[in-house]
């Protein structure tokens, strides 16, 4: 089955701390990973995307087919990172996205 | 810059009513979807279309059912709303292929009373 899991729900840092939002996923077949973002009141939207090999805002992630994993990583967590983090997954049979049910960021300052 | 609009931002309705929810987008997309967004659940996808006047049921699709009779617009309507479906609803719209961006709208929060 295909699945994505972020196991934290909550995820909370001072600011200047590394932050690691972890992102594990389940697909039969090579699958295309993204990471998108909620900040308070905005609309959802790309942060990053595997393919695209991108750091973003200082956020990084790689993907480990071996552990099937996609997590993101920041070196240094800034206030402005507080939001709600999404993984998801589409595949080359579809245009759908298969989303995890997010974690919430908290960077206190 | 993509466009995606939903028609309210907030919305309450009683059970039993039928309620169509509008979403536009402004760059020529083949793609649209429909999710809800709940706490804890994440998005879940309820209706995709990949062309005019074509749709797909995504994971939820009960008590749902959608409309694209043109390309820049994808319409979710409830035929009879019920208090388990108070949700946040986001449109997202997108070109064709698996590793492109999902561009989202600012979301219509329903309460069903």
């Known amino acids: 089955a295909q699945r994505v899991t972020q196991p934290e729900k909550l995820l909370s840092v001072f600011k200047g701390a590394p932050v690691e939002l972890k992102c594990n996923y389940s697909y039969s077949g090579s699958p295309e990973l993204f990471w998108y973002v909620q900040y308070s009141r905005q609309r959802l939207q790309l942060l990053l995307r595997h393919i695209s090999r991108e750091s973003i805002k200082g956020f990084t992630a790689d993907l480990n087919k071996g552990e099937t994993s996609f997590h993101l990583k920041k070196p240094f967590a800034q206030e402005e990172d507080s939001a709600m983090y999404y993984c998801?997954?589409?595949?080359?049979?579809?245009?759908?996205?298969?989303f995890g049910t997010g974690t919430r960021l908290q960077v206190f300052p | 810059d993509v466009k995606v609009t939903q028609s309210s931002r907030y919305l309450v309705k009683r059970t039993g009513e039928k309620v169509f929810l509008e979403c536009v987008q402004d760059m020529d997309h083949e793609n649209m979807f429909w999710y809800r967004q709940d706490p804890g659940l994440g998005l879940r996808l309820i209706y995709f279309?990949?062309?005019?006047?074509?749709?797909e049921k995504g994971d939820i699709p009960e008590g749902y059912s959608v409309s694209r009779e043109k390309k820049e617009r994808f319409s979710l309507i409830l035929e009879s709303a019920s208090t388990n479906q108070t949700s946040m609803y986001l449109c997202a719209s997108s070109t064709r292929g698996f590793t492109d961006t999902q561009y989202f709208g600012p979301g219509t929060r329903l309460t069903v009373l």
């Open positions: 998801a997954l589409s595949g080359k049979n579809t245009d759908k996205l298969i």
């Open positions: 279309s990949y062309d005019v006047k074509m749709k």
